[in-house]
């Protein structure tokens, strides 16, 4: 199946490594380059939303969707209560753990990392690479991390309220041991995404657009080099897009979302129907919800049931990530 999504379908791991420049990441690397605080860095409360768990439904069997990445089979789970984030974590608040920490993230230890290619200014393209010949709209950019989602030039500071990327799965799970929190699991996420409305395609309901509204931040135009007039190809505000019928902003589009399972396709027929949560190491962590990348014409998804994954040192400018706690948490 075609995918827009990650800047590499099988071994984002080599990729990684045999980029140029691109050290070994891990604990007890250098950082490629020091923290730069904002003139103040709050530590920014989550807004928590309390889901109260029991009896739902997680899964498809859409024909729109992906046999392949596991979407189903449908099938009814119990979930104990959690909260969940409203919001994906934002810049801000990352900012907030960096500062609090000094954590040095996996792309800044490497020094480069994957960054769409019409969200690098065109003068610095030239002396970029693509990732794949058949990715090719991916680019490695040296310098390209949280602090600068697209390269050099580009600043968190600008884009506080947008959700950090260029964190890695194992850099939300040090978020997470920060703030006492966890990624959700892929079934508290797409529990939590479908708003109390189960077996509905989107967030709202079945159609994408209804009345033509636009209700998440997806590719606009042709992709991936003709991004309507108008629409600039990344993040938008963690808030934008109405929330859901639980309160959650932009499940589906804007960024992937790290969960806290590893990713393997028979995930509905192996894991238990109680509290979900596969715990089969694969070398790829599940995402979900797509990303401002996603687009019908190649990879529609940003349906509530859609599946993605990568390696959890993989970085990139469209991957991000909410967090979950136990219900009787602060
Ligand atoms: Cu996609």
């Not at 998804?301 to 991957?319: C, E, I, K, L, M």
Request: with cysteine; hydrophobic share 35%.
């Amino acid at each position: 199946m075609s995918r827009c999504c990650a800047p590499s379908g099988g071994s984002p791991e080599d990729l990684v490594a045999t980029a140029p420049g691109a050290a070994a990441v891990g604990a007890g690397g250098e950082p490629g380059h020091a923290w730069r605080a904002a003139p103040s860095v709050p530590d920014l409360p989550i807004g928590w939303i309390d889901i109260a768990g029991g009896n739902t439904r997680i899964g498809s069997n859409d024909p729109e969707g992906f046999a392949s990445d596991g979407e189903g089979p449908a099938r009814n789970i119990f979930l104990s209560p959690y909260r969940i984030s409203a919001t994906a974590v934002t810049n801000a608040q990352f900012a907030a753990f960096v500062n609090a920490t000094g954590y040095v993230t996996e792309a800044e230890r490497a020094g480069e990392s994957f960054v769409f290619y019409l969200q690098i200014a065109p003068d610095r393209r030239a002396a970029l690479r693509s990732v794949v010949s058949e990715l090719p709209w991916w680019m490695i950019v040296p310098g390209a991390s949280w602090q600068c989602p697209h390269g050099p030039g580009s600043s968190w500071q600008a884009l506080s309220d947008h959700p950090v990327v260029q964190v890695s799965w194992n850099d939300a799970a040090a978020f997470c041991r920060w703030r006492g929190a966890m990624l959700p699991s892929e079934a508290q996420w797409e529990h939590a995404a479908r708003g109390g409305a189960p077996a509905l395609r989107y967030p709202w309901g079945d159609e994408l657009e209804p009345n033509g509204e636009r209700r998440c931040n997806i590719w606009q135009g042709t992709f991936p080099n003709a991004p309507l007039a108008g629409w600039q190809p990344g993040t938008v505000p963690v808030h934008d897009f109405p929330p859901n019928g639980l309160g959650l902003y932009n499940t589906s589009g804007n960024v992937w979302e790290w969960c806290a399972d590893w990713f393997n396709a028979d995930y509905h027929r192996k894991t238990p129907d109680h509290d979900p949560l596969d715990e089969r190491p694969s070398g790829r962590r599940s995402q979900r919800g797509g990303s401002f990348l996603c687009h019908v014409s190649y990879c529609n998804r940003y349906r509530n049931a859609a599946r993605g994954a990568n390696s959890p040192d993989s970085a990139t400018s469209h991957t991000g990530f909410r967090v979950v706690s136990g219900a009787d948490c602060a």
